[in-house]
């Protein structure tokens, strides 16, 4: 089990910006392919962004699609999402979620696909 703690949410005006970050320890941080899930108050949990263990492979969700930017650094441990040009939508509580597999191979969208999770870090945005 890899441990994960997300930081980085807070309030923002629409149109500004947020930088998420979310940092593993307990296992080997390479090992794991990582995504973002958000939830809003009475939604169920959605797919935000994914990345694969090669760093390279990336996924998004339609709606955050040319705004978000999600990366990792093996070295530090971390998985981090570039938010720009927010929306009151995308209001909700953020959080990151590991799972092990092939090197260069895509998480799943949907969060049974996860095997770890972190506690979530609420991002508002005002319109």
């Known amino acids: 089990q890899v441990q994960l703690v997300e930081s980085g949410g807070g309030l923002v005006q629409a149109g500004g910006s947020l930088r998420l970050s979310c940092a593993a320890s307990?296992?080997?941080?390479?090992?794991?392919?990582m995504g973002w899930f958000r939830q809003a108050p009475g939604k169920e949990r959605e797919f935000v962004a994914a990345?694969?263990?090669?760093?390279?492979?990336?996924y998004y969700a339609d709606s955050v699609k040319g705004r978000f930017t999600i990366s990792r650094d093996n070295a530090k441990n971390t998985v981090n999402l570039e938010m720009n040009s927010l929306k009151p939508e995308d209001t909700a509580i953020y959080y990151c979620?590991?799972?092990?597999?092939?090197?260069?191979?895509?998480?799943?969208?949907?969060?049974?696909?996860?095997?770890?999770w972190g506690q979530g870090t609420q991002v508002t945005v005002s319109s």
């Open positions: 979620a590991a799972v092990v597999t092939d090197y260069s191979r895509l998480p799943s969208i949907y969060p049974r696909g996860y095997d770890d």
């Open positions: 307990g296992r080997t941080f390479s090992n794991y392919a």
């Open positions: 990345i694969a263990r090669d760093g390279v492979s990336t």
